[in-house]
């Protein structure tokens, strides 16, 4: 098992990415601890886990809330004594309620709404897992960031909070290393998720983004999630600061 007896966070654990990602990573040997902020879709996830003889628990997070944060890292290490793993996966896109435009479009509210969730909450997760991770010796951290981060996609806003978490990783990575903490990204492109479902309505954007990367068709969670659980694992041990992209080779095309 490529995570066997690893404790492991995952951020926006109740659908998509993040279930695939708590899946696997239990399926490995960790014991996962999943939040988000709806109840139902945690409880889902884990019971998923738990049907297949794996360990989980959930705790509810609106990573916008630095004292809701703290409650989760406080849950986790109440629960399992150490924190060996972070995967800040949660964030918002096109399912939000937030405009997902160009810059002239789009409110100062939203801005600032899309910069909390996406961005500020990997700061603040990563903020309150480090003395912990420390503590323990080493640790692995994975950000969740997208083809938006690194090339012209419009959204502008999500494009910023997403470039602002490859930057992020990069100094988190420096800092840390003399820690044995590795801070990496992993950036999906356009992935079959029901954060990008309800863009599916709009005219031309499915058959746009499934014929867009040279392999022609979107991600699955599960793509995202093996890559993942590669970056997190011992076997990417001399890895940090890197970006992983999963995007079918649109970001080269």
């Given at each position: ?36 902020r ?47 793993i ?32 996406n961005?500020?909450s ?76 309800p ?18 068709r ?36």
């Open positions: 098992m490529r995570l066997k007896d690893k404790i492991a966070i995952i951020t926006g654990g109740g659908t998509g990415i993040g279930r695939a990602s708590a899946v696997m990573f239990a399926k490995e040997g960790a014991r996962v601890v999943v939040s988000g709806r109840a139902d879709k945690l409880a889902e996830t884990v019971d998923i886990i738990r049907k297949e003889g794996n360990e989980a628990a959930y705790y509810t997070t609106d990573v916008r809330d630095e004292e809701q944060i703290k409650g989760l890292i406080n849950f986790t290490i109440e629960r399992y004594g150490r924190i060996d972070l995967f800040n996966n949660a964030g918002v896109g096109y399912s939000a309620p937030y405009v997902m435009d160009s810059t002239i479009k789009t409110p100062t509210g939203d801005f600032d709404e899309v910069l909390s969730i961005l500020r990997v700061f603040l997760c990563c903020k309150y897992t480090i003395p912990h991770m420390i503590e323990n010796g080493g640790g692995a951290i994975l950000n969740c960031s997208s083809i938006n981060g690194v090339i012209g996609c419009g959204a502008d806003a999500y494009s910023a909070s997403k470039g602002g978490i490859n930057a992020l990783t990069r100094a988190l990575a420096v800092d840390n290393a003399k820690y044995n903490i590795r801070v990496n990204v992993v950036s999906p492109g356009a992935t079959d998720t029901p954060m990008i479902q863009a599916y309505e709009l005219e031309g954007f499915y058959d746009y983004w499934s014929n867009a990367a040279p392999i022609k979107m991600a699955t969670p599960e793509d995202v999630a093996y890559a993942a659980l590669f970056l997190v694992s011992d076997e990417a041990s001399y890895i940090t600061g890197q970006n992983l992209m999963v995007d079918g080779g649109l970001s080269i095309s």
